[in-house]
Nanobody
Framework: QVQLAESGGGLVQPGVSLRLSCAAS????????MGWFRQAPGKEREFVAR????????WYGDSVKGRFTISRDNANNAVYLQMNNLKFEDTAVYYC?????????????????WGQGTQVTVSS
C-alpha cells in the first residue's frame, strides 16, 4: 500500500510556472507507475501526465503537452509536475495517483491509490 500527499498548489497569474510535488510513503514506490490528474468544478477528472516505474517513459494529455513535465525521484519517493506557461484553463484540483501497472494509464480507473489533491488557480 502507498499513501500520497500533494503539495505546491496556489494562486498564480497566467504565464507563470508552478511545481507540484507528490510525496509517497512506503518502501515500494518504484513498483508503481505514477500519474497526475486534475478536476475542475463541474468537469470530469482529466488525465494530465504519467510516468513509468523507472521514470524512463512519460506521457501527457494534449492540453498540457509542451508546457508540463512529469518526473520522479525513486530514491526520495516523490513525483513532480513542473507546470510552465500556466493558463486560465489549468485551474483545477490536481491529484497524483499510483498504479501497480508498469507504465500507468490515461484512465483514472486504472489507479489504485490517490492523494487528497492540491488546488491550482490561475487568475489575473
Amino acid at each position: 500500500q502507498v499513501q500520497l500527499a500533494e503539495s505546491g498548489g496556489g494562486l498564480v497569474q497566467p504565464g507563470v510556472s508552478l511545481r507540484l510535488s507528490c510525496a509517497a510513503s512506503g518502501r515500494t514506490f518504484s513498483s508503481y507507475a505514477m500519474g497526475w490528474f486534475r478536476q475542475a468544478p463541474g468537469k470530469e477528472r482529466e488525465f494530465v501526465a504519467r510516468i513509468s516505474r523507472s521514470g524512463g517513459m512519460t506521457w501527457y494529455g494534449d492540453s498540457v503537452k509542451g508546457r508540463f513535465t512529469i518526473s520522479r525521484d525513486n530514491a526520495n519517493n516523490a513525483v513532480y509536475l513542473q507546470m510552465n506557461n500556466l493558463k486560465f484553463e489549468d485551474t483545477a484540483v490536481y491529484y497524483c495517483a499510483a498504479t501497480r501497472d508498469s507504465i500507468g494509464s490515461d484512465y483514472y480507473s486504472a489507479y489504485d491509490y490517490w492523494g487528497q489533491g492540491t488546488q491550482v488557480t490561475v487568475s489575473s
